[in-house]
């Protein structure tokens, strides 16, 4: 069993920045899917940024504001997330596939206009 554990969020002004953090309680070496996913008030949570056998991939609303990186030896994946507005509004989940999916508890970041 996984678990992932979330830090970083926080109340931030529009054009502002924030770097999530995703920590892993075991090795995340041998998880090849890991990434983030969002889910603001009253609507479906979505994906932000996947890492997937080496690819990344986003979703259109944050490409080129968001980058996700992974490191192996410290068993944390990050989200440096630029340019945000107020629409980034949400709760963030960390997210791991090995045989089944592992969710973190999320973290809340909050953009102000």
């Known amino acids: 069993q996984v678990q992932l554990v979330e830090s970083g969020g926080g109340l931030v002004q529009a054009g502002g920045s924030l770097r999530l953090s995703c920590a892993a309680s075991e090795s995340i070496f041998s998880i090849n899917v890991m990434g983030w996913y969002r889910q603001a008030p009253g609507k479906q949570r979505e994906l932000v940024a996947i890492i997937s056998f080496g690819t990344t991939n986003y979703a259109d609303s944050v490409k080129g504001r968001f980058t996700t990186t992974r490191d192996n030896a410290k068993n944390t994946v990050y989200l440096q997330m630029n340019s945000l507005n107020p629409e980034d509004t949400a709760v963030y989940y960390c997210?791991?596939?090995?045989?089944?999916?592992?969710w973190g508890q999320g973290t809340q970041v909050t953009v102000s206009s």
């Open positions: 997210y791991a596939y090995t045989n089944r999916a592992y």
